[in-house]
């Protein structure tokens, strides 16, 4: 007996998945492998340029005019001291170079910064940290945390009001000794 | 008797599925940049930086300082001049940059808090002198509790 024109035997399609179960399970594996979740952690930002010249000395800005054998104007720097006596921790603490004003916590350097910090006349160009090498980090971490805590007053020369902003400028440099 | 065949079958599809959605999950929190960090450093305490997410920035430089001052990054000791040195040549080639022009590249500083000031500088003064302006110095954040015992 013929079979009828359009009866068509029922032929059962299976997928293999085991061939793509296995796989995914290579995969899967690759990844669980692979997955390290990252620590959470804080972080201070900080745009740190080189060190630029700061010697009070001279007239005008250095490449305003290249026929001048004058001295060039440096940045006005206020110098913070962090000094150690060879064992990782602060010694003594002061700001300013020729009379460097002592000061014994962190707080104290905190609330003596932001007053000249807050003084719109005193227009610090930039901030040199300058650091026994022995200084641990966690320690110079401290006295960072301070500095970039200040808010810097300015006035707006357009409008006239005094405008605050973060301490842009700090460079660090390594002192002599210990 | 004709049922007998398919029964002892298992259904992989729900298998299947359950698997592709663990895959999915896995791929879409994946990290690769946290192998550049080393865990066993004891990063410094400070009491005002914030957990800051630098996921969405396109250049980073992870260096990573131990305690005795030897720069470790991709897992490995690395010469300091040496590797910052061709980490700027690198940034410098794809960002089509002149030598002396500023890196956009954000150099992240995880230094251990027994580091020293000396090695610290060092590897900050080689950064400045190849072009990196922009500085991320890690810390932990108040409270958090380490799970390692340690010095």
């Known amino acids: 007996m013929r079979r009828r024109r359009g009866h068509r035997s029922q032929e059962e399609v299976e997928l293999n998945l085991a061939a793509m179960l296995d796989m995914a399970f290579q995969l899967l594996a690759f990844f669980i492998a692979t997955f390290r979740p990252a620590p959470l952690e804080g972080q201070i930002t900080l745009r740190l340029p080189p060190p630029e010249a700061r010697t009070t000395q001279g007239t005008q800005p250095a490449g305003e005019n290249v026929n001048s054998a004058e001295i060039p104007k440096g940045l006005k720097t206020l110098v913070v001291n962090v000094f150690s006596d060879g064992s990782g921790e602060i010694k003594s603490l002061s700001f300013g170079e020729e009379n460097a004003t002592q000061v014994e916590t962190l707080a104290a350097l905190d609330l003596n910064l932001t007053k000249i910090f807050g003084d719109p006349t005193y227009p610090y160009e930039q901030v040199i940290l300058q650091v026994s090498p022995s200084i641990r980090y966690e320690r110079l971490m401290e006295v960072v945390d301070v500095l970039t805590r200040l808010k810097v007053a300015r006035v707006d020369k357009e409008t006239g009001r005094t405008v605050w902003s973060p301490l842009s400028k700090l460079s660090f440099v390594e002192a002599a000794g210990g | 008797m004709a049922g007998l065949e398919s029964e ?3 259904n992989l599809t729900p298998i299947l599925d359950m698997v592709f959605q663990l895959i999915t999950f896995f791929m879409v929190v994946a990290n690769f940049k946290a192998a550049s960090i080393e865990k066993d450093l004891q990063l410094p305490v400070v009491g005002s930086a914030r ?101």
């Open chain 2, 8 to 10: 002892g079958k298992p």
């Open chain 2, 51 to 151: 957990p800051v997410d630098t996921r969405g920035v396109e250049s980073l430089m992870v260096l990573n300082i131990d305690k005795d001052g030897n720069l470790r990054a991709m897992g490995r000791r690395q010469p300091v001049r040496e590797f910052i040195e061709q980490e700027a040549n690198a940034v410098r080639l794809a960002g089509h940059l002149e030598f002396g022009q500023e890196l956009p590249t954000l150099v992240v500083v995880r230094a251990d808090r027994e580091t020293r000031f000396r090695d610290f500088n060092r590897v900050i003064r080689t950064c400045q002198e190849f072009g990196f302006r922009q500085f991320a110095l890690k810390t932990e954040p108040p409270g958090k509790k380490r799970a390692s015992g340690g010095s």
